[in-house]
């Protein structure tokens, strides 16, 4: 079969590529991160021009390793492994869990790319009450921002919907996954006894699961070892949850609760301040029972019965 085939770029197109390729390597590649990303995904810009995510948030994983939290890290919601390819390298082992099968690919790549390959391991599954299947809800703009939507999660539809921008659940947003949840306790028991015959004592466990970080933490507290101390960092948009919940599910343990408290919160905020103050900042404040919206960080300390 003969087929006629001729492909012509004119010099005003090459020369335009030319340019804009020099242009995007200089302004753009250098400080990219560097991992695979959606580039129209919302969490994908930041990382694509600076080569941070959560600049905050990967500050203060720095700071608690250097502190000597750099044991473990337990990246609960890994997504892509934004958090953990770029600060992994301040902590000695990093145990990641990612559900969504097609972002689990992306995610292990991108960890292959970054960490050492002994220094981690990366599951496809999620965590929860029990061993089963269920349905992950995906929003299109947002695959960091996938949540499983049954009576476990604790945001109300509202809640889930306004946290990527839209009014409601409505399904022509999302796209539905099939995924394996394993049950939390019996998971998380079993890694840190792994970490512990390694030597781990001290740790940070992040957590971003849209939801379910009740049902996490609830079980990290009783699969965390009386020898273990755990720094615990999850984002909370639920404005039913409390200290004393939190409190509650370590009744053997002294634990602190604190946020992270930014100066500024919205766009015209942020350029008032750099104005004013000629800086951004961002600080580790203790928490009132009420006042868990936000960045939530937990220290929690040995068993007492330890001390």
């Known amino acids: 079969m003969k087929i006629k085939f001729k492909f012509?770029?004119?010099l005003a197109t090459v020369v335009k590529r030319f340019v804009l390729r020099q242009l995007f390597e200089k302004a753009i590649v250098c400080r990219s991160a560097p991992l695979f990303l959606k580039v129209d995904d919302v969490i994908s810009t930041s990382p694509i021009i600076t080569g941070s995510?959560?600049?905050?948030i990967e500050a203060l994983l720095e700071k608690l390793a250097e502190c000597g939290r750099n044991d473990f890290l337990v990246d609960i919601g890994a997504n892509i492994g934004l958090t953990s390819c770029i600060s992994g390298r301040h902590f000695k082992k990093i145990v990641a869990y990612e559900p969504n099968p097609f972002i689990f690919n992306i995610a292990a790549s991108n960890f292959a790319i970054s960490l050492r390959s002994e220094s981690y391991n990366i599951f496809n599954v999620g965590l929860g009450n029990e061993d089963k299947v269920t349905s992950l809800t995906v929003p299109k703009c947002n695959f960091g921002g996938a949540f499983i939507a049954d009576d476990n999660n604790r945001y109300t539809s509202n809640e889930l919907a306004r946290k990527d921008?839209?009014?409601d659940l409505r399904a022509s947003n999302y796209i539905d996954i099939e995924i394996r949840v394993v049950n939390a306790e019996v998971e998380l028991r079993q890694r840190f006894s792994e970490l512990m015959e390694g030597g781990a004592k001290f740790g940070v466990v992040k957590i971003d699961v849209e939801g379910y970080e009740y049902v996490i933490i609830r079980h990290l507290s009783n699969a965390?070892?009386?020898?273990?101390?755990?720094?615990v960092i999850f984002e909370n948009w639920?404005?039913?949850l409390t200290a004393n919940d939190l409190r509650c599910l370590f009744p053997t343990r002294s634990i602190e609760i604190f946020k992270l408290r930014r100066c500024s919160t919205t766009r015209l905020q942020k350029i008032f301040n750099l104005i004013r103050k000629g800086a951004l900042t961002t600080q580790l404040v203790p928490v009132g029972n009420d006042d868990l919206v936000g960045d939530i960080v937990v220290f929690i300390q040995f068993t007492t019965t330890l001390k």
């Open 165 to 167: 921008g839209f009014n």
């Open 224 to 231: 965390l070892p009386d020898e273990m101390q755990a720094v």
């Open 53 to 56: 995510h959560e600049p905050e």
């Open 8 to 10: 012509t770029l004119s």
């Open 238 to 240: 639920s404005v039913s």
